[in-house]
């Protein structure tokens, strides 16, 4: 079946440090591909997507790019802030609304 | 536009009760969708909801009862508390013309002793 694996956390960084969290997934068909953020006690926010190959999804300075040969969806940030604290889920969606999610990975940025 | 509202924020039950999770939205979205959040296993759906009067199973759904009455509207029921079934719980809503992009609701903490 279809299924979204992402790094493990936490992931410490300090303040301006370069991000990259690693997704890569399993899907039959030619799946739409998200990241989603969750803060501290809020619901997930849509991040970032991309729907075909070679699509590059950003958004706040994030950025990541559906790489079909690899099955990868990396996201990545330049410089991260404190604020950018959260857990990040990878997802998968092949049509509908069924969406599956990897497991997260904790952010932590220090000052 | 308060989006996707949640009730209860917090619950603890004792094994064995009843209860019921409220969720509502007000965009007058088509989908909408319940999730579990368990550590180190992401989201998994329990049911959903392509409208009113429709409704259907997710990955989990074992123990739970939805039922969707009005488009804003889709209240999951819990019908005999079990210990397994601590979590957090995520409502989510999207468009059938964009199904792909969910909108959450900021969760509830649920609690079986």
């Known amino acids: 079946g279809d299924s979204v694996t992402q790094m493990e956390g936490p992931v410490t960084l300090s303040e301006e440090a370069f991000l990259t969290i690693n997704c890569t997934y399993t899907a039959t068909g030619y799946p739409s591909l998200f990241w989603y953020v969750q803060y501290p006690g809020e619901g997930l926010q849509l991040l970032l997507k991309a729907t075909k190959a070679d699509d590059k999804g950003s958004n706040k300075g994030f950025e990541a790019t559906y790489r079909k040969e690899t099955t990868s969806f990396h996201l990545e940030k330049g410089s991260v802030q404190v604020s950018d604290s959260a857990v990040y889920f990878c997802a998968l969606n092949t049509g509908g609304f069924k969406t599956i999610f990897g497991a997260g990975t904790r952010l932590f940025v220090k000052a | 536009n308060a989006g996707v509202t949640q009730t209860p924020k917090f619950q603890v039950l004792k094994t064995g009760q009843s209860m019921t999770l409220q969720c509502a939205q007000d965009m007058n979205h088509e989908y909408m969708s319940w999730y579990r959040q368990d550590p180190g296993m992401g989201l998994r759906l329990i049911h959903y909801?392509?409208?009113?009067?429709?409704?259907d199973q997710g990955e989990v759904p074992n123990g739970y009862n939805v039922s969707r009455s009005t488009t804003e509207d889709f209240p999951l029921r819990l019908l005999s508390a079990a210990p397994s079934q601590t979590s957090v719980y995520f409502c989510?809503?999207?468009?059938?013309?964009?199904?792909?992009?969910?909108?959450f609701g900021p969760g509830t903490r649920l609690t079986v002793l």
């Open positions: 909801s392509v409208g009113a009067g429709i409704t």
């Open positions: 989510a809503s999207s468009q059938p013309r964009d199904s792909d992009t969910q909108y």
